[in-house]
């Protein structure tokens, strides 16, 4: 029988994926094969930082998936946008870039995660990050040496976003100098994954170095139906191209990659997960894995649209002529609103008198939209802006099932929102954070009317209703495939090796054990920048014992 052709197969070429077939890569011996079901990132407005908008609900780049009929959502089914492009999420994302509190890493550890705390995770941080911002001179100065760039870009975003910071000011709050990298509650400018003009997803950061190593192979527009097993043994997967199937065989292991949807939708169709679940769709129980799926946390947020009486990015990108010179200026230069990503001030609050932790997280945007229902963003032409609130840590769960045994199926999203009173309780705190942001001077000043919800909407309760009527997803799910302990709290131990199966591993937002306090694309890369380092450190260990053994 001849050798397998790869040492290792990933599986999504995501914020995960990349960063994991970089490292493992380097030395030029490691074969690595990396598969993605979506296909190139070379597109305009993939590249343009202000493009999420369009990139939001394009199917072609996107799963375009939808969660099940929520109950504390009035019923309402969710739009949930994932990557299926290079890059996965990290193509299509809004690039602000949030390290995550340190009290949240700390939990991880406390939870089972050993050598996840804040002191142990902090150094992949900082190994993967480059960190680009202008001086009063106007000179681009860079600290760090990583491979990702996160760019402080406030000397182009709109004026009007300095009125939040202002508002923010006059309610108490802290102002913050660098967001990405805060361990406290504060208010900023956001900074983002973006590198002279253009979005530096994942791909454009990690991948893009490794694309002309031999020992790499990217196979595109390829989906994984199922993983292949020698007994107990991960052995390789089987994949669709083309609709034609082919097997490929991995001589080390597996690696998930697919996201905290399509990770666990994986492990149960190749019967890795629940048994009654798995029986009764007449799959071949390969693991009893109760918690495959289950545990799925995300970010809940709401939103209020004003008018404003001063000019506004929709001044810019709601009107034909103005657009075109934007459009003009980036063309040219790169820079200007279209160089800018839509989430330009925001940061971490404590709203809870009984945490000591920033609890509330809120996102203030100088440009005023609604969504269709298939979640493409329609923008006014009048100024207004956004006030959003989210809660940081909700502890609601959910679950991840698939429906068939059909991979070409779409798996069942439960969200589960507001199952909790502390989820509730949070969701009357960011609302209230939002009126009292708004309250400011600042803000009133220019303000002429709240749009969304209407001005005769005042009430708590009213409100509360809005919250239901409205409220969706920051598109932050994790913690299907959980670190733990073992088996029955959760699907992957420290080193995010599968319990109970050999060769295979789930690295990506999956394997989070609890949600991160803000956005979650920075926690997913340095998951695989650590894991990169713990897959490599066993091979070694593995191939000492084969040489002692020999000797």
Request: proline share 6%.
């Amino acid at each position: 029988m001849s050798s397998p052709s790869y040492d290792y197969i990933v599986v999504g070429a995501g914020s995960a994926g990349c960063a994991l077939v970089e490292r493992l890569t380097r030395d030029g011996r490691t074969r690595v094969l990396l598969i993605e079901a979506g296909g190139s990132d070379r597109r305009f407005w993939i590249k343009v930082p202000i493009g999420y908008g369009v990139n939001f609900a394009n199917p072609r780049l996107n799963w375009s998936y939808h969660a099940e009929p929520d109950d504390s959502l009035n019923g309402r089914r969710v739009y949930w946008p994932r990557g299926k492009v290079i890059g996965g999420s990290s193509s299509i994302n809004a690039m602000a870039y949030m390290r995550g509190l340190p009290h949240d890493f700390d939990d991880w550890a406390r939870a089972g995660a050993a050598g996840w705390a804040w002191s142990e995770v902090r150094a992949a941080y900082e190994e993967m990050e480059r960190h680009l911002e202008r001086g009063a001179d106007g000179a681009l100065r860079s600290h760090g040496d990583g491979l990702l760039a996160v760019s402080d870009l406030q000397d182009q975003m709109s004026p009007f976003s300095n009125r939040f910071l202002t508002a923010a000011e006059e309610c108490g709050w802290s102002r913050c100098d660098n967001l990405s990298t805060t361990t406290v509650e504060g208010v900023g400018y956001y900074r983002s994954t973006v590198r002279n003009g253009l979005r530096c997803s994942a791909a454009d950061a990690f991948l893009a170095p490794a694309r002309g190593r031999a020992n790499l192979r990217i196979m595109k527009h390829t989906q994984v139906d199922r993983i292949l097993f020698e007994g107990a043994r991960a052995t390789g997967v089987r994949l669709r191209h083309k609709g034609r199937h082919r097997d490929v065989t991995a001589g080390r292991e597996v690696i998930l990659c697919a996201g905290a949807v399509n990770s666990p939708k994986l492990l149960q169709l190749s019967g890795i997960g629940p048994v009654p679940l798995l029986q009764g769709l007449g799959l071949a129980v390969r693991c009893a894995m109760p918690e495959v799926g289950r545990g799925l946390q995300d970010h809940l947020a709401i939103s209020h649209m004003f008018r404003a009486t001063t000019p506004t990015l929709n001044n810019t990108l709601g009107r034909f002529f103005p657009r075109l010179r934007a459009g003009v200026q980036y063309l040219v230069r790169q820079r200007g609103p279209l160089a800018v990503p839509v989430n330009q001030v925001g940061g971490y609050l404590r709203t809870d008198p009984g945490s000591e932790h920033p609890d509330m997280q809120i996102y203030c945007n100088p440009l005023s939209y609604v969504s269709r229902p298939d979640g493409r963003p329609v923008l006014e032409r009048e100024p207004g802006y956004l006030l959003s609130a989210q809660l940081c840590r909700p502890t609601s769960r959910g679950e991840i099932m698939i429906r068939s045994a059909d991979p070409k199926d779409p798996p069942l999203i439960r969200p589960n929102s507001l199952a909790t009173e502390y989820d509730r309780a949070g969701a009357r705190r960011a609302i209230a954070v939002i009126n009292r942001l708004a309250s400011s001077s600042s803000l009133a000043d220019v303000t002429r009317t709240r749009l969304i919800p209407a001005p005769t909407v005042q009430d708590a309760d009213a409100l509360m209703e809005d919250f239901r009527a409205r409220a969706s997803t920051v598109f932050h799910p994790t913690s299907t495939c959980r670190m733990g302990r073992d088996a029955r709290d959760s699907v992957v131990d420290a080193r995010l090796r599968v319990h109970g199966v050999a060769g295979l591993r789930v690295v990506d937002s999956s394997a989070f054990p609890t949600v991160t306090s803000g956005n979650t694309n920075a926690p997913t890369m340095m998951l695989a920048i650590r894991a990169a380092e713990m897959i490599l450190e066993d091979a070694a260990a593995t191939s000492e014992k084969r040489t002692s053994y020999a000797s």
